[in-house]
């Protein structure tokens, strides 16, 4: 990754905007819509400012005094001087999904949303909140961690009683309590090192995956696909654990 995505929290903070024009005005209703308080640059509370000035120079210079602040700084149009960019976003609030290039290309970011827009489905902040105030009901439900985890990526997977695009509701799928597989091993025969030629349900799995066995030279562009927190096991798979709880991919590479 070409830098870390993260999400911050902005309601009732101040933002330093510098500049003037259509350039300042986006960053302004951004600032806006996400709770912030658009300020000038000599607020001493702000922690992160964005400046818009079409002069080169003039544009320099601030980020510099704000960086040299301690602020976290992104200047328009300008990638090079920014410490943080902002994505394309698709808002269903609680859910936030957002498309960064890093700067390359503004206009494919736009155009990945607008095509996520169209797929996804409105009723996913609708989930997202039922889901949220049914933590505790979980924990009775699952009161393993593991279990929980399991539990819902099983319900949320395509076909499940929470898949978001079919008509989910939380409340049945509590009720019906589904306990997860105990154990279950996939295993992925990697015919090349791009991960675009794994199948949907091998994209799958690692992305559920509890642990990841594969070989010391196993391809990074697939180990990345699988879940971060997931336990990435360099072993032969005549020693990998039989009867681990949840679920384990080995990776096997074909001949290619």
């Known amino acids: 990754m070409h830098s870390l995505p993260l999400f911050v929290t902005l309601t009732g903070q101040p933002v330093i905007l510098l500049g003037t024009g259509e350039p300042a005005e986006a960053k302004r209703r951004l600032i806006e819509r996400a709770g912030g308080i658009p300020v000038a640059d000599e607020h001493s509370a702000a922690r992160i400012a964005f400046v818009a000035l079409e002069d080169e120079a003039q544009a320099r210079d601030a980020a510099a005094r704000l960086k040299a602040r301690g602020l976290l700084v992104n200047v328009v149009d300008r990638p090079d001087l920014c410490d943080f960019t902002t994505p394309a976003i698709v808002d269903r609030d609680p859910v936030l999904i957002a498309v960064s290039t890093g700067g390359a290309s503004s206009g494919l970011a736009a ?146």
């Not at 105990?182 to 995956?209: F, K, M, N």
């Open 111 to 256: 155009a990945l949303r607008q095509r996520l827009e169209a797929i996804l489905p409105a009723r996913l902040g609708a989930l997202a909140s039922a889901l949220k105030a049914a933590k505790a009901a979980m924990r009775e439900a699952w009161p393993d961690a593991r279990d929980r985890r399991r539990a819902l990526s099983e319900a949320l997977a395509p076909g499940g009683m929470l898949d978001p695009f079919g008509t989910p509701s939380v409340d049945p799928w509590l009720e019906a309590r589904i306990a997860p597989a105990a154990s279950a091993v996939h295993v992925i025969h990697l015919h090349s090192d791009d991960p675009d030629d794994l199948t949907v349900r091998d994209t799958r799995a690692l992305g559920q995956a509890d642990r990841v066995i594969h070989a010391p030279d196993a391809p990074p562009a697939i180990l990345a696909r699988a879940r971060a927190d997931a336990a990435r096991l360099p072993l032969a798979a005549e020693s990998a654990p039989q009867d681990a709880p949840g679920l384990t991919v080995w990776l096997v590479k074909a001949e290619y």
